[in-house]
Structures are given as structure tokens and as C-alpha cells.
């Protein structure tokens, strides 16, 4: 098993450029959707053993979420993301989307909607980049009202994951969200070859 303690500045900086196109274009799905303008904050990457025993160290683990959703990849890039809904703005989703006036639409329906959108655009463009297959799972309701880091505790940290986050915010409302990649452990390998291979063309 490979076990991923560190990435080097160039293999950092590489990842990050890879992230940027790939979250890029899961805003301007996102946007598309909800016809607004929406921002991205600078990708974080880190190595979940940085964190251990301190998951509240990150800003993304200790607030406090109206909910997280949950929502699994498979193939050569292997893992799974976490969004995390701001208690800002939450109650929002529901009208930038554009059923206010669909009772039947639940509010965890909307979120789990915008994570297969993320998700599907960011794991899509991400693999693209990196040159390797992935297929997703369909998204799922985790946690609400809680943190990341109660409810998914050191799991992260026991699977020596490579942690790649985000924030999505709508520039005229309060709605943001917090996109998480977790690349598993298995999958570690297979990226670190296909971000070598990119620098090795430069």
C-alpha cells in the first residue's frame, strides 16, 4: 500500500494547475445552472497524516454544516468528494435553482442535485487532465447540521488520503459550499505517475 506523507513543491504546483482547470469548468456548470456568477476560492491540497489528530486545524473541517453530502468515484482515480452546504445561504439553493415553487423538491434533493454537478464536472475534467478513467456513484445525503470533522473523524487521516478543496461561492447571494476530494490511498500511485509525466513534458 502506498503511503503518501508529502508531494514535492513542482508536484504541488502541477496538481493545483490540473485542480484549477477542473474546478473551472464545475463553476461554470454550476453558474449555468443556477444563472449566476459563481467564484472559486484558490485550491488547498494537503495530505490528510498532515492533519492527524487535528482535523479542526482546517477551516473546511470545523464548520458547522446545514448538510454534507457524500458521493464516490471509481477507476484509476479512486476516491470520493464530501460537499459541505453552508448554513448561509442554505435555504437558498432551492430558489437559485429555480424550484421555489416545487414543493415536492426536497432541500436535500436540490444539494445532492448540485453535488453530482460538481462532482461529475470535477472528477470528469480532473481525470481527463491526469489521463486516467473514473466513473462516479450516485451522491448521497452523510451528515446534516454537523461538521466534517464529526462526522467523518480520522477516517481520512487513517487512509493516508490526498485532500484537494474548494469553495464555491454565488457572488450576488450567501449560498457557498465546500467541495472535498478525498483521492484514496489505492489511487495515490496512479496520480503521482500522471503528474510526473506531465512535468517530465515541460
Avoid: W
Avoid at 16 to 21: G, H, I, R
Avoid at 48 to 55: I, K, M, Y
Avoid at 183 to 198: D, Q, T
Amino acid at each position: 500500500m502506498n503511503e503518501l506523507t508529502r508531494l514535492t513543491e513542482d508536484q504541488r504546483d502541477a496538481l493545483q494547475e490540473l485542480m484549477n482547470v477542473a474546478m473551472g469548468q464545475a463553476a461554470a456548470k454550476l453558474a449555468r445552472l443556477i444563472d449566476n456568477m459563481v467564484v472559486l476560492s484558490v485550491p488547498a491540497i494537503s495530505v490528510a497524516s498532515e492533519h492527524e489528530g487535528n482535523l479542526e486545524d482546517m477551516e473546511t473541517f470545523k464548520k458547522t454544516c446545514a448538510a454534507i453530502t457524500r458521493q464516490s468515484f471509481l477507476g484509476g482515480l479512486r476516491g470520493e468528494t464530501l460537499v459541505s452546504f453552508g448554513k448561509e445561504g442554505a435555504d437558498e439553493l432551492a430558489e437559485l435553482i429555480g424550484y421555489e415553487e416545487d414543493m415536492d423538491q426536497s432541500s436535500a434533493e436540490i444539494m445532492m442535485e448540485v453535488t453530482n454537478i460538481l462532482t461529475g464536472a470535477c472528477i470528469r475534467g480532473l481525470a481527463k487532465e491526469l489521463e486516467l478513467d473514473s466513473s462516479y456513484a450516485q451522491p448521497t445525503l452523510l451528515a446534516e447540521n454537523s461538521t466534517l470533522a464529526d462526522t467523518v473523524g480520522d477516517k481520512l487521516v487513517r487512509e493516508q488520503t490526498l485532500l484537494l478543496d474548494v469553495q464555491f461561492k454565488v457572488e450576488s447571494h450567501s449560498f457557498h459550499c465546500d467541495l472535498l476530494i478525498c483521492v484514496a490511498n489505492e489511487s495515490i500511485e496512479n496520480v503521482l505517475k500522471a503528474i510526473n509525466r506531465l512535468l517530465e513534458e515541460f
